[in-house]
C-alpha cells in the first residue's frame, strides 16, 4: 500500500519488479537478441514479479525476444498471468506499507513514482 508524504493512500499497488526490455538493450552488452537471458537471470530464484511490456515493442519489434522471454518462463515453471488474477490472490490488509517518492530509474527517462 502507497505511503505518500506520511499519508497512507486506499489504492493496491503492484510495482514491477523487473525492468522492460529497452531498458536493457544497449547496457553492458546486451542486445535484442540477448536480452532474454538477462532477465531470465534475474528471475531464476521464484518469486513472484511483475512485469511491464510495451505493445510497440515486445508486441511488434522485440516480438522474438519476448516470445523467448515467456518460454524462459515458463521452463523455470513460472506461471504467466494478468495483473488482475494475480491481485486476486493477495490478502489486501496484509499488503506492507511503503513510501513512495518521485525518482529516477537507470534506462529510463524523467521522473517516476518510485519505492523509497
Request: with cysteine.
Amino acid at each position: 500500500m502507497p505511503v505518500v508524504e506520511g499519508n497512507e493512500v486506499p489504492v493496491p499497488q503492484l510495482p514491477t519488479t523487473l525492468p522492460t526490455l529497452d531498458e536493457l538493450i544497449g547496457l553492458d552488452g546486451v542486445s535484442g537478441a540477448n536480452v532474454h537471458e538477462t532477465l531470465l537471470a534475474r528471475t531464476r530464484e521464484p518469486r513472484d514479479h511483475v512485469f511491464t511490456l510495451h505493445a510497440e515493442l515486445e508486441g511488434a519489434r522485440l516480438m522474438p525476444a519476448f516470445e523467448r522471454l515467456l518460454d524462459g518462463w515458463r521452463a523455470q515453471g513460472y506461471a504467466l498471468v494478468s495483473t488482475r488474477d494475480y491481485f486476486k490472490t493477495l490478502d489486501v490488509a496484509s499488503l506492507p506499507r511503503c513510501a513512495v517518492a518521485m525518482g529516477a530509474i537507470p534506462g529510463r527517462s524523467g521522473t517516476l513514482a518510485i519505492q523509497a
